[in-house]
Structure formats: structure tokens, C-alpha cells
């Protein structure tokens, strides 16, 4: 990520110029444009997209309060893999902190390993969902089954695709911390990391709404 | 092109359209003669007769047109007049004003006025058509399909029959449940209503397939039937004679041909008149 | 979030190699936010020639039902029964035609050029910016927006055609297949199409808040922002907020469709008289409500009516001041009242669904927010009346078509009041009222609106100046047809005359209905028709127009500071600081009857400002 170069230069580097380059002033002008920043954009633009999201689970979640009304709603028995996964992703999210104490505290060689087990855990994460919702087929528990199986399918359904580019995400971070593109005690992977703990509260808040609530 | 005032005013260079004045006028001439179209037509078509009795809804619909109306004119008024009066001379600057609290808040706050006061009527006028049913309201249920209105009585015994859409079939459109003594002497009909005059009926709208909309334009009755719910609407016919249902809601490629009849008839007459549609 | 592999090495080599760059690059995978400004207009217009043209065949079938239209017949096979030598309409191709009509308008051509169009055109230019905050993802949200396009367009000529169960596709009509020949794979291409507009929509609302959030230039504060800056964060922010719950809807109704749940689909579904089983004899759908999907479309649909409209009353205000050569009245009110509409807008779609069994105490609330969000509307106009009061009117084309904006939401607006209160509405529910009501205010006002901000901004789009003469000639033809069309349907309406009927007069009450709609046919018909005059002004002007100066209407704001069209960048030098509000015309302490908003304080200014606190010249 390059928020580092974003944090250091008054201006975004993509501010300065335009597209491709900006205008004959835009490279050499170095003095500063513009109001001071409040906002560093791309977190901004993050957490607005987050904001997104959230207002589409919200709308996944007043379907579910109305739907769970109806008479045949038969409860689904959550199979014990669940916890597990929760657990996997719990962690991942814990390790990719740790990563990023490591970065913060410059210990680059140290980043190396908690960056790997949180895409380890976060594939993890993945195939134990999908493992989950083929123990539930075999228990003959299809998506049609009964709304409770319709909105657990869909909802982890959704919940896994975001997931999913999380980790395609979280594939351009390792390539680049190969590459030692973070600089040391810089917070380089505060944008990742800001989206993957989203998707684990949202995952954790899917989970309550469906089997604890 | 017209060409662009110079930005020094009091050189006197501006060029002005000579269209100008012309152009203002136009918008008023425009203004006045959609108004006079719109009389004109006004004329011709209106409410269908009314033959229920949601009189305050025909009201509320007048009041609306006088109010509205009234704002309608006098803005367009002046619109058009402010673009014929208020036209670029080339020499003069136009007033240099633009605020203004007391009046802001003043035309804030009529509005808002006028507003509630529509806000009051409606919610009262909407209470009322809403409000439950008389006690001696006439049953009779309403099940829209694809593309039809079928319309059941709950014949002497005031109770209509069981419906299970699993027995829904060619013959039992509805899904009528012949084993409920209660059905026995239900009385089916197809497209045809038969209504008494002056006397509460309560309608209960369903539907087999998909959403439908249960349209009396004479009686200012409409009600989307939704498959899966039953709604309960009532109101009170009068005036003896033929009128229209219709579809309300784009239901599929029959939607326009998803038209039936209500036939009001007197208190008297309604017995003989449902036996003699049911015979047919 | 693709913009922040921005990394250092992407920023170094810039600023040299884009002199070189590939046509491919610069003009077609642009990341410059006038090009994708161009290309979203330019599809928009396409997409508007073929929603345009079903209106018309949609006209031509409702003023003469049952005639044989041979020549049409043979254009569109599909559509009409050809053997025989017969020419009338099927009801399905009506179907599809108002479905589609619909969708394309609503989403694909009156969201897409005021919105994605002038707001990638302005928003950097009126902020005072280089590009957009994220200019590759407003590549990709324009190419997206694009697939979407096609699917749409493609569903024309998959299956049984495109989709048939209106633009709002209400289940269960749009989710069972055997309902209506659209809703079987016409529909799945409506939803994929929907998906990729949202998709291309929120990556837009995400460029759109943070450049303006995060990217305006020194001194400008938001409220020295022009009301067309003001419009644009707004219905970015709707957009975010309100497309998320359309797009949870479109999921659920493919997860209904094809893989048999039942989140829309009640218990008892009978088609055809045949109950619609599943393998253990059982119903095949269980317990779904249909009411539910009315209210998520609606959570989105209510808010997507201002998107449409936010626009164009922003492009008024800047073009009304201008020709008015008189500062904005009440601009703060003004703003004020913008952000209510914003904030109402999300509390009254249940008004969509007075009459859909919803809950009567439900209704009430609706009802509630819906009248009341009449206040914030009336005061734009007052205050745009006001404006006009004492002006020096210029009167070219695009002043002609702001007062076509102001009339057209007086017009609509009023009969808005007759519809937000749920009694009446019973009666006016689902018949042309209620198409006449939007086609005026949602439909005429962005239309217009747009036709208004194409011929001020024009030279921001191609450096030159649209022909004055024939925009005038499109405008009255315009005006005048377009209430020639809709002002009469108030009328049918009011009589009773349904909405989106294959043949009206199949019903007895509508019979006498037939020469209004003959009137409405020709007025549409030559609404279309003139419609020429513009895009050979647009085309004919975008190659050999007047070539236009920095600023060819005495205009104060940012955008009229550079180029026509601006360079690569914005600004060739440094980035202009903004002192004071967009609408300072008239000020008689100037020489000048117009001052740029770049225009520092005078000594006099700065002396008052520090006498009154900031306030004052805040705008």
C-alpha cells in the first residue's frame, strides 16, 4: 500500500498531478495546494465503501427481522464447524495486529510469519465455510430447505465473496511486503488491515444475528 | 449567437438580444395556453361518477386541485412575468439582493402551514377509509388469478368456506374445500359482482399468483390483492346500475383483458340478482 | 479501493509519459475525469435514443390499439404478429417495452448522465482539483456502468426477451418464470444488468464524497461550494446509501429465482390453476412476503428520484444566477433545503405502497414525511423566483431551460401534494396521474436539467460553444411537447386511465379516453422527433462549433478559471484559491458585474468581514 507515500507528502501523490501526469505545474510546483488535508482520501474512500456494505447488511438484516416472523420458520442447528472457522478468523485478525506492531516497532524480519498465518487462517476461514455448508447439504439442509437455511447460505454466502477479495487483497500486501515496499515504522498495512477486522466483526455480528439473537 | 454583455455595464456596448422580450413573452404565452388546453380538457374528462360512499376522498381531490391550482397559477404568473419585466438592457445591473430572512422564513412557514393542514385532513380522511367495518357489513371475497376476479358470498350461513390453494384446479379455481359444510352453499362468481345498495360491504382481496390490484374507479376503491396476505377494505355502494373492476396492477400479459363488472341493485332486488349471475 | 496501488513507482514516471500515451489510453480506457465525464454522456445518450424509442412505440400502441402496423412489423418481428399481413402489437413486447423504458430512463440515462456524467465533468472542476480522488476506479466504475449497458441491451434478444414485469419487478411476477415470458432469462439479465450499474454507481459515489470531502481547493468552504457541487455530494451520499438495499434485494430475488427459495415468495403460489409444487408434493415456495421486496426497492427507488433530481435543481441554480446576472437568493436556505430533501427522502418510500396491504398506521408515517418534504421543495422555488425578481435576464439557451427546470417542478410538484396524501391516492394509484406526476418532476426536470447544463457546460466538454439558434428552436419545441404529452395524462388520470395497459379500451370507462391519447401519441411523436435538433447541435457543435473562451458567460465559479476544455490536470499552473461565494453578480462595489470567485477580498471587503465575523462573505 502506498499510504506511507500518501502520509509523507503534504499533498496525494495522485493529487498533484492529473492522471497520467497532471498538467505542466502539477510535478514541479512542490509548494503545497489546497486546504490541509483532514482526511487521508483512500482511507476515506475505505471507509465510505465500508459504510456501503454496511447498509447492505442492514438491508440483508431487516429482511431477516421480517422474515423470521413467519410461521414456518424452522430454526437450523448451527453444525460445530462454525465455531471453529469463527475462532480461525478470530485469530487471523489477531495476527495481522501482530504483523502490524512488528512493521509499526520496525522488526521487518518479524513481519514476514504473522502476515502468513493470517492468510493461512483467513484460507482456513474459507474452506471451513465451505466445508460447513457441505456438512448441511448432507444432512439434507439445502438452501430451500426452510428461510433459516436460505438466509444462512446467503448471508455467509455474501460475507465469504467479500472475504474472498480480502484475500486476493491480502495477496498484493504479501507481494509487497516481499518486496520490503512497507517502510519500517510506518502503519503501511492500516487499510488491509481496516478491511479485514470489518469482515471479522461482520462476520461475528452475521453469527450472533443468525444463531444467538 | 447572442452575443456575450461586455463586463464593464457602464460602457454601453452590450449587444442585446433583440429576442429577448419576445422570449419571455413566449413562456407566459406557453403557461396560458396549457392552462386554457388544460381547461379544455378539463371539461371533457373528470372523476368517473361516484357511486360509493368515499365522498371526502372527491373532496380532498378538489381541495387539492383549487390549492394547488392557485400556487400553479400565481408562480407561473410569475415566472413569466419576472422573464418579460426583468429582461437584460446592457446598461443597467440587475438589484443586487439576494436575502431576505423575514420573507425567507415567512414563505417557509405558509408552506409549512398549508402543509399541515393538508397533513390533518388526510390523515383523518385516511383514518376514516381505513377504520374497521361496520358490523353489518356484507362479506364477500375477492381472489384475483391470472386473469380474472373470482368473487365468492358466503351464501345464508354468513361463513365462507375453507380454501386450500392445494386443491386449486380448473374446475376450483380458488381451491375451494368441498368437505367445510361451510361451503357448501358459497356462491361463486366469475368477473361479475353483485353489490346491494346501501348496505357496508366488506371485501376481502387475495390472490393465487402474483400481485394483482382491485380497481372500482366509481366507487374510489383500489387495493392490490398480494398473494400470501388477505386485506379487508370497505365501503358503502350507492346508485343502482353497471360499473367496472378493473386491474390495477401489471400483472402479465392478460392485465389489460383483467376486467369485471359490479352490478349494484336494490336492497330488495339483490337475492334474485346474485341467483340469477350465479346461474349464469 | 484499486486506486491505492498508486505506489511510489506509478507516481515518478507520470508526468512525462502521457504526452505519448495510446489513443486506447487517453481517449477510450481514460482515467481523466472529462473523458469518463463524456463517455458516460455519450452512452447515456444511446441508451436514451433506444429508451426514446420505446416510448414512442409505447404512444403509438396506446393511441391505436388495434392497428395493423405493417412497416413496424417488419423493424421489429418480434414484436408484432407479422403473418398474415398483421402488424398489431403483442401484449409481451408491451410488456417489455414499458419494463424496459423504465429501467433504461430511470437508471441508465437520467441517474447516469447528470450524475456520472456532469459529475465527473464539474466536480473536479468545480472543487478546485486535478482529478477525481481515485481516477482509476472511475475508469473502471464508466467500463462497468458499460457492461451493464449491454446486458441490458442484449436482454432484448435473449429468450423470450427482455424483462416484462415493469421496472420495478415486483415478485412474484419478475421471480416465476412461468408468470410472464420476460421473467424468464430477460429478467436474470435485468438483475445482472442492475448489478453492474450498482456496482459502477457506488464506485462513483466513493470518487464523488471523497473528492469533495477530502480534495477542494484553499478557501473553499462548503458553503462558498456552487449549489452544483452541493448536489452532486448529496446524491453521492444517497447513492451509497441507498443502492446497498436495492442490490441485497436483486440477490435475494436470484436466490428466489433460481435456487427455489422463498424470500418473496408466499405459501400457495397457483399458476394457470395448477398449484406450484415442489418433489414432496408439498408447495414449492413457503412463507416469502412480496411486500418485502417493495420495501427494500423503495428504500433504494424513493432516494434514486432525487438522484435524478438533485442535479438538475444544482445546475438551475448556477444557471439561473448566471443569466439572471443577480447573486442567488437565500443560498443558505437554499442548501439547507437541498440537505432536507436528501434527509426526507429516506423516510417516505412507503408512499409508493399505499394501497399494497402495508399496514394503514405504517401508511400514516409515510404520508407524514411525504407532505412534508413539499416544504423544503416550495422554498426552491421561492427562492428561485426571487432570484429572478429584479434580474437583467439574458435569455439564451441554457437560462430557457432552467426556467423550464423551475417550471416543470412547480408543475410536478403540485400534483405531488395531491398524491402524498394516501386517501386520494387511492383513486390515483397505478393510473397515468401518477406517470404524468413523474414524467414532469423526476423525468422533465433531470432531462432538462441536463439539456441545460449540456449547453453551459459544453465548452467545458469540447472547448466549443453549442449553436444558440437551434438550441433555442430544440428548447420551445421541447417545452412545448413535453407538456403537450404529460400535462393531458393528469387528466386520464384523474378518469381513471391505468398505467402500463396493453389496450386501454377494453374497458368501457376508458373508451372516451381515446382522442386525449391520440393528442398525447402526436405530441410525444413530435417530442421525439425534435429531439434531432439536439443531437445535431451536439454532434455538429462538439466538431465545428465556436471555439469558446476560459469563460464565455461572465461566470464567477472555478471551472470557467481554465481552459475550454481544460488541460490534462485542470489548472496548467498552480490550483486557483477560491475567496468568496460562486453567485456574486451585481455587486454594485465592483467595476465589473460579475466577481470571480478567485477574486480577492478588496480592503473594504476584508474590513467588513473582520467588523461582521465571518459570516458575511462565507458566500
Sequence with gaps: MSTEVLRKSPRPALDRGGPGGGGPGGEGDGGREGPELFYDPARFGLWLFLGTLTMMFIGFTSAYMVRRLAPDWIPLRPPGLLWANTAALLLSSGTLEGARRRLRGWNVAGVGPWLLATGALGVLFVAGQLTAWKVLVSRGYFVSSNPHNSFFYLLSGVHGVHLVVGLVWFGVVLVKARRFAYTPGEDGLGMFATYWHFLTGLWVYLLLLLFVL | ?280 | ?619
Design chain 3, 1 to 619: 479501493m484499486t486506486e491505492m496501488a498508486h505506489g511510489p513507482e506509478a507516481h515518478a514516471g507520470q508526468a512525462h509519459a502521457h504526452a505519448k500515451e495510446a489513443f486506447i489510453w487517453k481517449y477510450v480506457f481514460s482515467k481523466n475525469h472529462r473523458i469518463i465525464g463524456v463517455q458516460y454522456y455519450v452512452t447515456a445518450m444511446v441508451m436514451a435514443l433506444v429508451a426514446g424509442l420505446l416510448a414512442m412505440l409505447i404512444r403509438l400502441q396506446l393511441a391505436w390499439p388495434q392497428k395493423d402496423w405493417g412497416v413496424l412489423a417488419k423493424i421489429f418481428p418480434m414484436g408484432y404478429d407479422a403473418g398474415g399481413g398483421f402488424g398489431v402489437m403483442r401484449p409481451e413486447f408491451y410488456a417489455m417495452l414499458f419494463t424496459m423504458h423504465g429501467t433504461i430512463m430511470v437508471f441508465f440515462v437520467l441517474s447516469t448522465a447528470p450524475v456520472s456524467g456532469f459529475g465527473n465533468l464539474l466536480i473536479p472542476l468545480q472543487a478546485g482539483a486535478r482529478d477525481m480522488a481515485f481516477p482509476f476506479l472511475n475508469g473502471l466504475s464508466f467500463w462497468t456502468f458499460f457492461v451493464g449497458c449491454v446486458v441490458i441491451l442484449t436482454s432484448f434478444f435473449v429468450g423470450a426477451g427482455a424483462a416484462a414485469g415493469g421496472w420495478t419487478a415486483y415478485p412474484p411476477l419478475s421471480a416465476l418464470k412461468a408468470a410472464v415470458p420476460g421473467s424468464e432469462t430477460g429478467q436474470t439479465f435485468w438483475i445482472v444488468g442492475m448489478v453492474f450499474f450498482i456496482a459502477s454507481f457506488t464506485m462513483g459515489g466513493l470518487n464523488f464524497v471523497t473528492t469533495i470531502i477530502n480534495l477542494r481547493t484553499k478557501g473553499l468552504s462548503p458553503l462558498r461550494m456552487p449549489m452544483t457541487l452541493w448536489a452532486m455530494f448529496l446524491v453521492a451520499v444517497l447513492g451509497l446509501l441507498a443502492f446497498p438495499a436495492l442490490i441485497a434485494a436483486c440477490i435475494m430475488l436470484i436466490f428466489d429465482r433460481h435456487f427455489g427459495t422463498s424470500f418473496f415468495l408466499p405459501t400457495g403460489l397457483v399458476l394457470n390453476n395448477a398449484p406450484l409444487l415442489g418433489a414432496d408434493g408439498k408447495f414449492l415456495h413457503q412463507g416469502g412476503s412480496p411486500l418485502l421486496w417493495q420495501h427494500l426497492f423503495w428504500f433504494l427507488g424513493h432516494p434514486e428520484v432525487y438522484i435524478l433530481m438533485l442535479p438538475a435543481l444544482g445546475f438551475t441554480s448556477d444557471i439561473l444566477t448566471n443569466f439572471a446576472r443577480k447573486p442567488l437568493f437565500g443560498y443558505k436556505s437554499m442548501v439547507g433545503a437541498m440537505c432536507a430533501i436528501g434527509g426526507l427522502s429516506f423516510i417516505v418510500w412507503g408512499h409508493h405502497m399505499f394501497v399494497s396491504g402495508m399496514n394503514p398506521y405504517l401508511a400514516m408515517a409515510f404520508a407524514v414525511g411525504t407532505i412534508l418534504i413539499a416544504v423544503p421543495s416550495a422554498v426552491k422555488v421561492f427562492n428561485w423566483l426571487a432570484t429572478l425578481r429584479g434580474a437583467r435576464i439574458r435569455f439564451n439557451t441554457p437560462m430557457l431551460w432552467a426556467m423550464g427546470v423551475v417550471s416543470l417542478f412547480i408543475s410536478g410538484g403540485l400534483s405531488g401534494v395531491w398524491l402524498a396524501q394516501s386517501a386520494p391516492d387511492i383513486q390515483l394509484h397505478d393510473t397515468m396521474f401518477v406517470a404524468a406526476h413523474f414524467h414532469l418532476i423526476m423525468a422533465g426536470a433531470a432531462l432538462f436539467g441536463v439539456f441545460g447544463a449540456t449547453s453551459y457546460w459544453f465548452p467545458k466538454m469540447f472547448g466549443r460553444m453549442m449553436n444558440d439558434t437551434l438550441g433555442k428552436a430544440h428548447f420551445w419545441f421541447t417545452f412545448i411537447a413535453y407538456y403537450c404529452t404529460f400535462f393531458p395524462m393528469h387528466y386520464i388520470g384523474i378518469a381513471g386511465h391505468l398505467r402500463r395497459i396493453y389496450d386501454p379500451y377494453q374497458y368501457e370507462f376508458l373508451k372516451p379516453l381515446q382522442p386525449i391519447n391520440e393528442f398525447i401519441t402526436i405530441s410525444a411523436l413530435v417530442l421525439g422527433v425534435s429531439q434531432i435538433l439536439f443531437f445535431i447541435n451536439f454532434f455538429w457543435s462538439a466538431f465545428a462549433g465556436r471555439k469558446a473562451g476560459e469563460n464565455p458567460w461572465d461566470a464567477n465559479g472555478l471551472e470557467w478559471t481554465t481552459a475550454s476544455p481544460p488541460p490534462h490536470g485542470n489548472w496548467p499552473g498552480a490550483i486557483p484559491e477560491v475567496h468568496r461565494w460562486p453567485y456574486e453578480y451585481a455587486n454594485p462595489d465592483f467595476p465589473k458585474d460579475h466577481v470571480m470567485q478567485t477574486e480577492p477580498l478588496t480592503a473594504a471587503e476584508q474590513k467588513l468581514k473582520a467588523a461582521e465575523g465571518p459570516s458575511r462573505h462565507e458566500h
Design chain 2, 1 to 280: 449567437m447572442l452575443r456575450i454583455a461586455s463586463n464593464n455595464r457602464q460602457s454601453g456596448t452590450v449587444e442585446v438580444s433583440r429576442m429577448g422580450k419576445l422570449q419571455g413573452l413566449l413562456f407566459a404565452l406557453a403557461t396560458v395556453a396549457l392552462v386554457a388546453l388544460a381547461t379544455f380538457y378539463f371539461t371533457r374528462t373528470w372523476l368517473p361518477p361516484l357511486k360509493s360512499d368515499r365522498v371526502a376522498i372527491d373532496h380532498a381531490i378538489w381541495l387539492s386541485l383549487v390549492v394547488t391550482g392557485a400556487v400553479f397559477i400565481l408562480t407561473n404568473l410569475l415566472l413569466a412575468y419576472f422573464s418579460w419585466r426583468f429582461q437584460d438592457d446592457g446598461q443597467t445591473r440587475a438589484a443586487y439582493w439576494h436575502h431576505n430572512p423575514r420573507l425567507e422564513w415567512a414563505w417557509t412557514l405558509v408552506t409549512a402551514l398549508i402543509m399541515c393542514t393538508f397533513l390533518f385532513k388526510a390523515l383523518n380522511l385516511w383514518a376514516e377509509v381505513t377504520s374497521p367495518p361496520p358490523a353489518d357489513a356484507m362479506l364477500i371475497e375477492v381472489t384475483g388469478q391470472q386473469f380474472a376476479w373470482n368473487v365468492r358470498y358466503p351464501g345464508p350461513d354468513g361463513m365462507l368456506g375453507r380454501t386450500d390453494h392445494l386443491l386449486a384446479s380448473q374446475e376450483n379455481p380458488i381451491g375451494l374445500d368441498k368437505s367445510d359444510p361451510h361451503s357448501t352453499d358459497d356462491v361463486l362468481l366469475l368477473n361479475q359482482m353483485v353489490l346491494p345498495q346501501d348496505r357496508p360491504v366488506r371485501v376481502q382481496i387475495r390472490s393465487m399468483d402474483v400481485i394483482h390490484s382491485f380497481f372500482l374507479p366509481n366507487f374510489r376503491v383500489k387495493q392490490d390483492a398480494v398473494p400470501g396476505m388477505t386485506v379487508q377494505i370497505w365501503f358503502t355502494p350507492q346508485g343502482i346500475g353497471d360499473y367496472e373492476i378493473a386491474c390495477a396492477e401489471h400483472c402479465g400479459l392478460g392485465h389489460y383483458r383483467m376486467r369485471g363488472q359490479v352490478h349494484v341493485v336494490s336492497a330488495d332486488g339483490f337475492d334474485k340478482a346474485l341467483a340469477d349471475a350465479a346461474a349464469q
